[in-house]
């Protein structure tokens, strides 16, 4: 059964960092495509960054620069580095894993107060 554990949410200030991880168990996602989504209250789901099994990478306009996404292919794992944090990216951020099938974690909450 894959399982995907997400880490690394908080309550920072606005200009702080945080660093997110998601862990998948239950198979191998070395070829997969990884992403981080984020959804605020009152909005729709958003994808955030994308990493391939290649390393490429996609970015949200919105956090173009100040987040980066890396993942660990022998540890199953996917990260979000992000700084210079603002009020806007307060939501719940969600880790999620596409091979044959897609998978979600069950979300972290960041909040950032201005």
């Known amino acids: 059964q894959v399982q995907l554990v997400e880490s690394g949410g908080g309550l920072v200030q606005a200009g702080e960092s945080l660093r997110l991880s998601c862990v998948a168990s239950g198979s191998s996602f070395r070829f997969s495509v990884m992403a981080w989504y984020r959804q605020a209250p009152g909005k729709q789901r958003e994808l955030v960054a994308r990493?391939?099994?290649?390393?490429?990478?996609t970015y949200a306009d919105s956090v173009k620069g100040r987040f980066t996404i890396s993942r660990d292919n022998a540890k199953n794992a996917v990260f979000l580095q992000m700084n210079t944090l603002k009020p806007d990216d307060t939501a719940v951020y969600y880790c999620?894993?596409?091979?044959?099938?897609?998978?979600w974690g069950q979300g972290t909450q960041v909040t950032v107060s201005s």
């Open positions: 990493i391939t099994s290649t390393g490429r990478t």
């Open positions: 999620n894993v596409a091979l044959v099938n897609e998978y």
